[in-house]
Nanobody, 122 residues
Framework: QVQLVESGGGLVQAGGSLRLSCAAS????????MGWYRQAPGKQRELVAA???????NYADSVKGRFTISRDNAKNRVYLQMESLKPEDTAAYYC????????????????WGQGTQVTVSS
């Protein structure tokens, strides 16, 4: 099983910055994709940014040029640097990891963090 611990959320004024981090631990054979999703009240959960083990990235159109995703493969960590934050960025942000484990070593499963709240005031 894989456990994800998130940190870095908080309250920030419009135009400010925050850095989210997520650490994965457990019976991990290999981590493939890592990413961040967010969910605002009354909205569906949406992909914000994703990164492969090789460092390839993709972003939601709404955050391109403002957010940067990165990972440390040796430490099983993924980060999201958020710049020029807007009120519409307000949401609960969830770390996602696709991992191969010893208990199910033939397929990769998705694991989710507990969520960290980001609130941007106008």
């Amino acid at each position: 099983q894989v456990q994800l611990v998130e940190s870095g959320g908080g309250l920030v004024q419009a135009g400010g910055s925050l850095r989210l981090s997520c650490a994965a631990s457990g019976s991990i054979i290999r981590i493939n994709g890592m990413g961040w999703y967010r969910q605002a009240p009354g909205k569906q959960r949406e992909l914000v940014a994703a990164i492969t083990s090789g460092g390839n990235t993709n972003y939601a159109d709404s955050v391109k040029g403002r957010f940067t995703i990165s990972r440390d493969n040796a430490k099983n960590r993924v980060y999201l640097q958020m710049e020029s934050l807007k009120p519409e960025d307000t949401a609960a942000y969830y770390c996602n990891v696709k991992a191969l484990t010893y208990s199910r070593g033939w397929v990769s499963d998705d694991y989710w963090g507990q969520g960290t709240q980001v609130t941007v005031s106008s």
